[in-house]
């Protein structure tokens, strides 16, 4: 009686083991579906930066900069000169995915 219950008490903490060594646990941004967006900055002025229309930031003129848990998928990004008098406005189409880091090159062209 006593080797039957002792073999039956193994095969559960063999299975217990089996079973739960195999879960893998996933990233926040695999998760959640976000990626990461860098503007990197190579002209003589800041930049506010939009994502589909909403305002996530600045960069500085030659400066770099990193936006974390940004949706996944396709997205406007509008980066606006912050002057008065005759700004800049470029527009770029972006695919951001998961866990991967997207960068725009301001460069003015």
Known sequence: MKKITKTILLILTIS???NTSCEV???DCEKNS???LTIDNYLDDT????VNAVYIGSVDAWGKKSFSNIEAGNHSIELKQDRLVLPNHYTKNVNVVP????????TGK
Do not use: D, R, S, V
Not at 47 to 50: A, F, Q, V
């Open 25 to 27: 646990e996933k990233a």
């Open 34 to 36: 976000w990626g990461t």
């Open 16 to 18: 217990l083991f089996l």
């Open 47 to 50: 930049y506010k930066i939009y």
């Open 99 to 106: 866990c991967e880091t997207t960068t725009i090159n301001l």
